[in-house]
């Protein structure tokens, strides 16, 4: 089966600019996450997508963040304005498991969009 | 607030030899504890996995250990190939939620 694909893999932009990242999951995959990876840091989950409903948002920082995932599918996260913080590797998974059915949740992750804010 | 943690940075063993990594815990309501590797520019990628109700699983070379009462949990890797070094990263999460991952570990096997 095709993995996750992510678009772009890397990205330079001044801060202040703006910036988007696409991400399409594994097909039939029903819950679609992006998380933030600083370096030298785990990777930090900023949302949570069930179909096209967001399960958790709870660490997306709203001012800057936004992410859509539209008919369920394919999703885009987006960060206008950037600040030089927000340097990090922005990484796309998907998992087939709903939420609240048992069972170990692998996510699989897509090779992730590297972001650097000049 | 780190719910998972490990805190050795890095890890350098040699061919052959067993290779331990570890992982602390704090949140005891974690059903699912799994181990993910990740090789540069290249995202991160499911090793093995552990119900919180088990206390070991195999998988090949890979077990790991979780220990409940002393919320730590342990991969190893035996024997250690040259192909094993990469980052390890621990997580965490309750049925149905979000993986918690750890700030990972480096594993270096020279030959």
């Known amino acids: 089966e095709a993995g996750v694909a992510q678009s772009p893999r890397y990205k330079i932009i001044e801060k202040r600019q703006s910036v988007a990242f696409w991400c399409n999951p594994i097909?039939?995959?029903?819950?679609l996450y992006w998380y933030q990876q600083i370096l030298g840091q785990g990777p930090k989950l900023l949302i949570q997508f069930q179909n096209n409903g967001v399960v958790d948002d709870s660490q997306l920082p709203k001012d800057r963040f936004s992410a859509e995932r539209l008919k369920g599918v394919d999703s885009t996260l987006k960060i206008q304005p950037a600040k030089l913080e927000d340097s990090a590797v922005y990484l796309c998974?998907?998992?087939?498991?709903?939420?609240?059915?048992?069972?170990?949740?692998?996510?699989?992750f897509g090779a992730g969009s590297r972001l650097t804010v000049l | 607030d780190q719910q998972v943690k490990q805190n050795s940075p890095s890890l350098s063993v040699q061919e052959g030899r067993i290779s331990i990594l570890n992982c602390d815990y704090t949140?005891?309501?974690?059903?699912?504890f799994l181990w993910y590797k990740k090789y540069p520019a290249e995202g991160p990628t499911f090793l093995i996995s552990i119900s919180s109700i088990k206390d070991k699983n195999e998988d090949g070379r890979f077990t790991v250990f979780l220990n409940k009462s002393a919320k730590h949990l342990s991969l190893h890797i035996v024997p250690s190939q040259p192909g094993d070094s990469a980052v390890y990263f621990c997580a965490a999460n309750q049925a149905g939620t979000a993986l918690i991952f750890g700030k990972g570990t480096t594993l270096s096997v020279s030959s």
């Open positions: 998974a998907s998992s087939p498991r709903d939420r609240g059915i048992s069972g170990a949740n692998v996510l699989t």
């Open positions: 949140n005891s309501m974690f059903d699912y």
């Open positions: 097909s039939g995959h029903a819950t």
